[in-house]
């Protein structure tokens, strides 16, 4: 705990540095996975492919991905990008199966009847599809958030600097607390990510809280972007 | 993609299927550290599980568990217990085991309870008022009902652990992980790459297998109602769902 | 190729190799440089020379602490030198165009392969040399890059002709950590590389084998720095650093970090600059 | 024979479903239960079998307190239909039919005998036994509830809205099928509804609920309809009240009969064809 | 008006679902299209507001072919209500009733007041404004449905058997609620349902479908009733027939109706407070 307390300051830097660099393959990853998630579902002859290049994606060791990604973009060695390409790749692998579930789950009854009130292809996209694939979208996103808020600790290995650091210098230390503290925080950002999504989707999906409660909403979707 | 092919020559260079350091002593390296995870994590996962999804008490402490139980870092936990039980690297399977079980859990524990909340309250509710006892509701209607999620929960385990079971390299255990990590430090893409690709081609066979068993144990009848489109749309009410709310 | 940690010329980027000592030292720089005026940026733990030399090349960092012996191989491996001053010397030579090494200090840490004492005893091992003559199969413990070390186990079987099929080498990441020493105690290993100034050598009564033949080069800490930035004042401000650092500051050092005391680089660094009465 | 005395049901988020209910539902006989969505019907019905638990009253089979019984053992002994047929959706249709006495322990063969028995009896082609739920219609599965409601030849049958899911073709003819089989059975049937055309079309004994379980009448069909106790009982046959009322018109040379919304009841036959209703 | 001319359609898997369909639907009355599952009834009614195309023939409102249409704009001045309301779950009540109208650029406020409005119409409190469908029953849900059906003040209104999903007393509500609604409004309807029940109430003119879409039988409920044009309507109004075939009998010295299955259909009034049927 004291050493905790000296070291308040190095800790504050790395818990921003960790932040900072889990926030870029989160946000890229659900900007980049929900219209790669909407072609699967929306062309099935895709789905399979799509969803097995995914699945493909996410069993690549990350710190096999993160080394070679130099090579791959012509980055330099230390540049972050690594890491935010590298989790970016995880994260839309994780969510586009989500994304394509969500999309699914959408009442095929509610879309046929905004067609036929006289919903556009594209307004009816905006308006009806994304909101309510909303909360399947929503809880994949969460786990997504999770997940990589833990990943970017191997940013550590390889010069990038985040809460991971704790790990690999405590461990050549053999220093619990060190590494104890880490894993703390590690967690706790990824507690506070998931609450702010979790205020974000209560203000833009209020009526997914009363769907909830008349449990109404396609729930086995969820199930599946949670079990991923 | 000349990395690939010097990957592909590695590989089916014969001098590499040899000894301590050899692909063949790697795979089963990293297959048993897989499979003595995903053992213990079904166990543990399975069972609890299907207490929960059955009584439907604890939910709420299993969602905070698989959503607790993501957030923890890997490779903070492997280092920490490394360090922690001062074993040294004779025991080093113990610490990895124990991470890879960790990381095991939620995708079991979340297949398996919300397998069960999945089955249809109705078709249980009938099969208590047609007189089944609560242990033949869970082994004759929930646990064959639930099976394809619990399997796909599995999937999902096996997937991550495979993938992840390399860091077991890290404090010096064996596995396809042992490739990448030695070679990390020395940047031999090659190896690296030679590792990721055996990885990814033990999930990939893993997976495979484990998708034919999913085939082979959806029960018929259910298979029927995935088959008819009238029914497709119908979303169960799979509530255990809102595991991450 | 654009520098972007040092577009402005007075900002040097410095790294620090993956391991706590290197960690030190960049901080020493770091500060020092810092209180001549001169805008640091610094970069933690960035791994092996493999790659921090890549870095160095890409413009990633600018300038990071390293040691001459390895240096020396790792850009030249067919070298010859021995001694400290032939060491350095053909450094200056080998080090590619782009980078320069700085003076080198008097401090060395260096790997060394150590025994327990009572395998020294039982089998009357005191240096490399004794290697080849004993019936005990050798398991070595060391980073898993000294697998591929010219005087990792490959050497001990050229230079000290031990047989290669007694040598088995088990790979522990932590740089000569815990994890090694534990290793060794435990008897998972019996010879382990752990790096010279390591205070767990004396603290657990580890024998240092010695290297009569210079297997492994004598490793002096010197600054290795992109050239565009080794100005006049650059220079002088790390030279004069090299001019005080010791061995014996090393071990010191890496006892206060790794002891219970905990002490982090950074105020490591800033009590060593003080102690020496440097800027 | 089934008594209730007394009996109340306050679930345990403070619903008082069931309100100090009491009755006596005679042997071999139909009683329907009719009333509007959550009159409390279910729950009646529910506590039969001990799905639910009464929480004041006592309910008697045959002069044995239930509440003595085991709920297990007694559930065995008493058929159940629900709506959505609750059939396994994992077994066969002949597997469903003979959950109930291979539970009971009867050998696999006489049960899958008596299995495929019963489906004649309820009317389902014996071509149909190796399919599954999903693969047949809604009419059919409700058949296959019936069917396994009686698979263990209770006395006593519990029908909750079984036919409340299928479309009025079909309703209709499971309606008379079900007359029929129980024509052939004469067992105990309680009978869930809230249609109240249905009620009067199975009921031996029809009991009118309001909400809270609370009688507003019982009697058999013809009594309710030409004396309704109260207000209550004549808005809830209110809907009927007007297509009851009937008047004669001439169409197209035909005496054909219209109700009190205008809309055609039917076509008036000669009085001599009058048919008798059975019970 | 609607003329269906020699329309067909074979859905791209090859299921002809329409075969040469030919009829007029006059203006502001009901037409019921009724007929068994499968028989196109549903493939009828959405090639009038083209969510469906046909494969062959002519399609025409009031003389325009709607192919030559362009369908978003058609949809927008055509109602339609269907089986599951397929209300927006994220949109509240008025939001829900107000869709189409704003679709069309009419201002927020205005488009609020007249759904308010028009909730009064279809009998809905105006309180459950703000509330989600799913705060609301099946039979608030096809009430808001209707209302949203009714939003664009279309001359024609398609509904999708939109009482199917109910409960008989509320869908009784909610036939005699449209009944009212059509009297006040006099809509162009295409009804669609499989319940015969259901068409003779509602339809003014109502075609009696075999699979393909061949029609059977179109015409009043009364023609159709008295003059069944073939064994196979006369088997499809055959749960009817009986049901139909009315006698009268005495009970409780009250003159009672009874049908030909022996159920009580209904007490008869005197012949002079025969009420008749808006048309
Ligand atoms: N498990 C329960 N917990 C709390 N309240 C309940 C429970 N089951 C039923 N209720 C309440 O008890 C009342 C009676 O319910 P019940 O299901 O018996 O009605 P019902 O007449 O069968 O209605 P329906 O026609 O809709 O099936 C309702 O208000 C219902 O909400
Ligand atoms: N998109 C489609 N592709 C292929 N066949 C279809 C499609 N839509 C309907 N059909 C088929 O066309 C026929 C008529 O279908 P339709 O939905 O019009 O019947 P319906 O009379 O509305 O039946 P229901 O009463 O069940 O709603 C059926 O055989 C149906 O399977
Ligand atoms: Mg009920
Ligand atoms: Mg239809």
Known sequence: ?228 | MNLFADAFAWIFDPTHWAGPDGIPTRLAEHLAYTAITVVIATVIAVALGLYIGHTGRFRGFAVGVTGALRALPTLGLLVYLAVLFGLGIRFALLPTIIVLVVLAIPPLLAGSYSGVQSVDGRTVDAARSMGMTEWQILWKVEVPLAFPLILGGIRSAVLQVVATATVAAYISLGGLGRYIIDALPVRDYTKVLVGALLVTVLALVLDGILIICQRLTVPAGVRAIRNSPAQRSTPKSAHAASASA | EDDSAGSDSETVSIGAAGFAESEIIAQIYAQALEANDITVDFKGQIGQRDVYIEALNDGSIDLIPDYSGNLLQFFDDSADAKSSEEVFAALQDAVPDGLEVLDQSEAEDKDSYNVTKEFSETNGVTSLADLAGIDVPLIVGGNPELAERPYGPKGLTEVYGVDASRISFVPVSDSGGPLTTGALLDGTVNIADIFSTTPSIEENGFVTLEDPENLILPQNVLPLINSDKASDKVKEVLNAISAELTTEDLIELNARNQGDEKAEPEALAKDWLADKDLF | MITFDGVSKRFPDGTLAVDNFSITIPSRTTTVFVGSSGSGKTTLLRMINRMVDPTGGTIRIDDDDISTLEPVALRRRIGYVMQNSGLLPHRTVVDNVATVPLLSGVKKREAREAALALMDTVGLDRALADRYPSQLSGGQQQRVGVARGLAINPNILLMDEPFGAVDPLVRSELQQELLRIQQDLAKTIVFVTHDIDEAFLLGDQVVILKTGGRIAQVGTPAEILANPADDFVDTFIGAERGRRALSIRTVDGKEVVVDGTGRLAGILRSPASESSRPA
Not at chain 1, 162 to 184: A, C, D, K, M, S
Request: with cysteine; aromatic share 10%; glycine share 8%.
């Open chain 1, 1 to 228: 705990m004291s050493w905790v307390l000296a070291n308040l300051e190095q800790i504050w830097s790395l818990t921003v540095a960790h932040v900072l660099l889990s926030i870029a393959p989160i946000v890229l990853g659900f900007v980049l996975a929900v219209p790669i998630g909407w072609f699967a579902y929306r062309y099935s002859i895709s789905r399979g492919v799509v969803l097995t290049v995914c699945g493909l994606l996410y069993t690549i060791p990350s710190l096999a991905l993160i080394v070679a990604m130099p090579t791959i973009l012509g980055t330099k060695i230390l540049d972050p990008l690594n890491l935010i390409v590298t989790l970016t790749l995880y994260a839309i692998a994780l969510m586009v199966r989500t994304a394509t579930d969500a999309f699914d789950a959408v009442s095929k009854d509610v879309l046929q009847s905004s067609t036929a009130v006289g919903f556009g292809p594209w307004r009816r996209f905006w308006q009806v599809e994304l909101p309510l694939a909303g909360p399947v979208l929503l809880a994949g996103l969460r786990v997504v958030s999770t997940s990589t808020v833990s990943l970017v600790t191997l940013g550590a290995l390889v010069g990038m600097s985040g809460l991971g650091y704790l790990f690999t210098n405590g461990y050549q230390r053999n220093f619990p607390t060190e590494i104890l503290t880490g894993i703390v925080g590690t967690v706790l950002i990824a507690v506070v990510f998931d609450l702010i999504l979790f205020f974000i989707g209560r203000m833009l999906l209020p009526w997914a809280r009363v769907d909830d409660a008349t449990r109404r909403t396609a729930g086995s979707a969820r199930v599946k972007a949670v079990t991923a």
